[in-house]
């Protein structure tokens, strides 16, 4: 008890990230100050010829109202960054310690934030961002260049001669790469105005965006009067856009060149104390959330790994998931501050594409409402908050439904896609746990496959005595005895699918076949093997899937099993990834991987393989976007000759979800287009003949999708890629058993 107490106090002593805030913003504003009271002791000017003289005709009362308004401005930002971070501390324990393990990684992960390297996957707007981004960041360079050497005393001054030129020049560039940013921004949204940014566009951009036009113009009319005020010197030149404007003046008089420098001056400087004043309570707040969010990407949990959660046949925990705003993490809050509202999630959701009631940008921005709501103090909430919407207390739900919550096929793409690291399907998957475990609030058809999971040990409602029927007709496959130890090289799992469905049974056959061609020496459980609990877990029922998911590690631990092939993207991402989690530690390799590694070793021969084709793979979302696995695949179907390859228009890293994902296998999809419908569409507007999958919840839905869309075996046939190289191989092999068969029978006859 003494330690629990111990650990505590030390934990409050801690600076807490509101403090830093308060503490940063103080300094800064302290500092601001300094540096315009420190001119007015020492009045150390720049002798040099080519030099600017700050501040030049400026008056002394102006002058101090600017040293006055900015760190008082600086100051306040503060303390509202702090009323945010205050929301963030509300949330439960995050691992995300920067530790001498992942500090390369993190750091590799805030360049990316900053440099916005992610944003560059959308070329257009990645581009315009980085215009705006960067040229104010330059521009706020050179401010702040300019101010450290008005501090200097005159042996130390460096902004003078060639220095001073290159400074004008750079300055003018990276102001008018802003200024067009700005402008291209203003166009894309008012005018072009992309789906995914018409529908989130309110008047706060306007603001943010005229604020923005209104530095950046005014900045320049300052500086062109500045230089007319100054007589025209010539080293101005290098101002090339500033110059240029200062010879429109050159028919006014001294008197109001020299006024309209002063008002333009103060229009450029009030641009910014609108800047500063906006900055911590409208959406421009992620300049500095975005990068922290990227900087703290690295987690302790592999890509694919849900959150672990403790034993619920021993815990004393009295709820399970997230109703409320503190079951999430402080991560999961962070996140609510980092979104830029881009809206690049919603436009990848295949569920939000074919009409579902689930839009992840929404997800985001709900938290955030419920967030910025029910906080002490009360926050400026996420862009695009309807006025008229009240939160009523700090539950989730008083925003999001669970009509929304069900819709997720859990593909990943909405956090694959995010330029800044927000984790929506963490969030989705803990909202599920609730409604699961502790509403009971889940899709009726869901009951019936959890009812089949939890009596059958399968979703599928079979018997499991029945689970290697499949193997009749195949020699050499042996079923092991679970209570016996592994002498096998690899143990097959083979997944409920594969052991059940008639058409992945054909999967698992010619994976076998394959496998004794290549001499690879497996041994399946047969009827001791059970579901890995995926779909109970991604439907957040975490009792079932560890209900399941014991026995199974059990299992698999007694026999001493090392090494473990699957067919299933899904079980190979359990078995992988989140059976460590309770004691299961494997290595476990997805039956494309293997096959890739057994052909590049020369184990399995294809060098006859042949199929005079064309085909296209689809992408499996538990092996792509969750395991980062795109390149095996392909290189199997690539080892095929013949074979003309064609690639969706999504593909890889942006490749569509079949719909079956995240439980939505067991689900009715009763709202809008089928996925799958979409996707098997987008499959045969490839011209292919053949359609490739690697999943067997894929094979299911691509091919009732291509069959739904009128394409019968005969014209495409769609199947697991180990059907199509069995099939390439076989088709090698009768070519060689049989070259010359034509020519016989003609001479036969």
Known sequence: MATETESTTSSDKRLKPHQLSLGLGIGMGAFILLSGVLPQITHWHNENEVHRTVFGNIPGPIQIAFYTLIPVMVVWGAFRFADRMKNWERGTVAKRRTTAKNA??????????????TLLRDSAAGLMHSMIYFGFLVLMGVTTVLEIDHQMPESLKFLHGTTYKAYAFVGDLAGTVFTLGVIWAIVRRYIQRPYRIRIKTKAEHGVILGTFLAIGITGFVAEGFRISVEGMPDYEKFSFVGYPLATLFDGMSASAVSTWHQWSWIA????????????????????????????????????????????????????????????????????????????RCTSVCPAHATGKPLDPREIVLKTGEVMAATGSPQVSPPLGVDGEIKIGANSLFERITAEEIWACTSCKACDEICP????????ILDMRRYLSLMESNFPAELGNAYRAMENQGNPWAMNQGERGDWANDIDGVEIVDPGSPLTAEYLYWVGCAGSFDDKNK???????????????????????????????????????????????????????????????PHCFNTLLNEYPQLGGHYEVVHHTQLLEQLIADGRLDVSQATLEERITYHDSCYLGRHNDVYLAPRKVVGSIKGIEIVEMPRNGTKGMCCGAGGARM????????????????????????????????????????????????????????????????????????????PLSATSTD
Not at 105 to 115: I, Q, S, T
Not at 300 to 317: S, W
Request: glycine share 6%; net charge negative; proline share 4%.
């Open 104 to 117: 390369k990684r993190r750091a590799a992960d805030f360049r990316a934030g900053v440099y916005m390297r």
């Open 268 to 343: 450029h400087v009030v641009s910014f104390v609108v800047f500063l004043a906006i900055l911590p309570v409208t959406m421009l707040r992620h300049v500095f959330t975005s990068p922290l969010n990227m900087y703290l990407r690295d987690k302790d949990r592999p890509k694919g790994a849900m959150k672990p959660m403790p034993n619920l046949m021993e815990t004393e925990l009295e709820s399970f998931g997230a109703s409320v705003v503190e079951d999430f993490t402080w991560k999961q809050l962070l996140d609510t501050d980092a979104c830029t509202m881009c809206g």
């Open 420 to 427: 800044v690291n927000i984790e929506i399907l963490d969030k």
């Open 506 to 568: 054909k999967v698992t056959q010619a994976m076998a076949k394959l496998l004794r061609r290549a001499g690879v020496d497996v041994a399946i459980l047969g009827p001791s093997e059970m579901c890995t609990g995926d779909s109970a877990r991604r439907s957040g029922n975490e009792y079932l899937f560890q209900m399941l998911a014991m026995p199974n590690i059990e299992t698999l631990n007694g026999m001493g099993v090392k090494k473990v092939i699957t067919q299933c």
């Open 666 to 741: 067991w689900m009715e999809e009763s709202i809008g287009t089928k996925v799958n419908d979409e996707r098997a569409r987008e499959a045969l507007s490839t011209g292919a003949t053949r359609i490739a999958t690697a999943c067997p919840f894929c094979y299911i839905m691509m091919d009732d999708g291509a069959k739904a869309a009128g394409a019968d075996e005969d014209t495409v046939k769609v199947a697991d890629l180990a059907i199509h190289l069995l099939d390439a191989i076989e088709a090698g092999d009768r070519a060689m058993d049989a070259p010359d068969a």
